[in-house]
């Protein structure tokens, strides 16, 4: 993979020192390629620090903190036509050697739009991050159960762990957009991230429609990262928790369209809304819990 084609897009959102940790995995394995962070409202500086002290890098400014996918799009519509491939990654990523090289390898076929790495949680286990497009039913099932019964049907048909396992690359329904390889071409082709999920299930929504489309998402396993993940989460439980329902409710709203499906969806949007309530209590009261 011609590196020169590459253009790396992290979100930025008050990122914290995890950001230096990202930047310097990336210039270990491709020392000044070309950076665009796309700021939705930091107040702790380090992104402009960051783009200040760091080659080869620009710093975009979104006004009123659009959400995550329409960050990204930002990013990815300013970018020079020399770059036809892009890495998305979120600022808490930190690459593994060689993880850009294999993912570079796994996205040459022609009808691949898409690849995502192995990804490790902050104790090193692997994140099932190469997952079945959620139906209706094994939605409503892995919501449902999955605390009180993680190794339902339902969640097991969803997660697919097994394939993030795999020691070879394989096609998936879709791909975890905590670290993505996408080409240019194909995410142009769809209209990128949807802008109407402000976080979450954006890339669940693009695997789909790169499916729709007729391209394939692949997970790459020759190339690992790992992903602290859940900062923001945990500062502003509430929040990202509505969001979380709320591009849920989205995401099976415009994969199942049909007039004759309404009521099924009227179904799945009540019983959201009452997980929620009952997800909202149980952070507030860990947040609680562990605050200092």
């Given at each position: 993979?011609?590196?020169?084609?590459?253009?790396?897009?992290?979100?930025?959102?008050?990122?914290g020192?995890?950001?230096?940790?990202?930047?310097?995995?990336?210039?270990a394995?491709?020392?000044?390629?070309h950076?665009?962070?796309?700021?939705?409202?930091?107040?702790?500086?380090?992104?402009?620090?960051?783009?200040?002290?760091?080659?080869?890098?620009?710093?975009?400014?979104?006004?009123?903190?659009?959400?995550?996918?329409?960050?990204?799009?930002?990013a990815?519509?300013?970018?020079?036509?020399?770059?036809s491939?892009?890495?998305?990654?979120?600022?808490?990523?930190?690459?593994?050697p060689?993880?850009l090289?294999?993912?570079?390898?796994?996205?040459?076929?022609d009808d691949?739009?898409?690849?995502?790495?192995?990804?490790?949680?902050?104790?090193?286990?692997?994140?099932?991050s190469?997952?079945?497009l959620?139906?209706?039913?094994?939605?409503?099932?892995?919501a449902?159960?999955?605390?009180?019964?993680?190794?339902?049907?339902?969640?097991?048909?969803?997660?697919?762990?097994?394939?993030?396992?795999?020691?070879?690359?394989?096609?998936?329904?879709?791909?975890?957009?905590?670290?993505?390889?996408i080409?240019?071409?194909a995410?142009?082709?769809v209209?990128?991230?949807?802008?109407?999920?402000?976080?979450?299930?954006?890339?669940?929504?693009?695997?789909?429609?790169?499916?729709?489309?007729?391209?394939?998402?692949?997970?790459?396993?020759?190339?690992?990262?790992?992903?602290?993940?859940?900062s923001?989460?945990?500062?502003?439980?509430?929040r990202?928790?509505?969001?979380?329902?709320?591009?849920?409710?989205?995401?099976?709203?415009?994969?199942?369209?049909?007039?004759?499906?309404?009521?099924?969806?009227?179904?799945?949007?009540?019983g959201?809304?009452?997980?929620?309530?009952?997800?909202?209590?149980?952070?507030l009261?860990?947040?609680?819990?562990?605050?200092?």
């Open positions: 993979m011609n590196l020169d084609s590459v253009a790396v897009v992290v979100v930025t959102y008050s990122p020192p995890v950001l230096d940790a990202f930047v310097a995995s990336l210039d394995a491709a020392p000044g390629i950076l665009v962070l796309s700021d939705n409202g930091s107040t702790d500086g380090v992104p402009q620090r960051v783009a200040a002290e760091r080659d080869n890098t620009a710093l975009l400014v979104n006004p009123d903190n659009p959400g995550y996918g329409a960050a990204i799009n930002a990815v519509a300013q970018l020079a036509p020399q770059y491939t892009v890495l998305v990654c979120n600022s808490d990523i930190e690459l593994h060689g993880a090289e294999a993912l570079g390898d796994a996205v040459r076929p691949v739009a898409c690849v995502g790495p192995r990804i490790l949680d902050a104790e090193g286990s692997v994140y099932p190469a997952r079945r959620p139906s209706i039913r094994d939605g409503v099932g892995h449902l159960f999955v605390r009180a019964w993680p190794r339902n049907p339902w969640t097991r048909r969803y997660l697919q762990e097994e394939r993030s396992h795999a020691s070879e690359p394989v096609a998936t329904g879709w791909l975890s957009g905590a670290c993505l390889l080409k240019r071409d995410f142009d082709a209209g990128g991230f949807d802008d109407g999920f402000f976080m979450y299930f954006e890339d669940v929504d693009l695997g789909r429609r790169f499916g729709v489309a007729g391209y394939h998402n692949v997970f790459a396993p020759g190339a690992t990262v790992s992903h602290i993940g859940g923001t989460t945990s500062r502003y439980p509430e990202m928790l509505r969001a979380h329902h709320e591009s849920a409710y989205r995401y099976l709203r415009n994969k199942h369209p049909e007039w004759w499906k309404r009521p099924a969806l009227w179904v799945v949007r009540l959201l809304a009452v997980r929620l309530r009952l997800e909202v209590r149980r952070a009261r860990e947040h609680r819990r562990v605050a200092p």
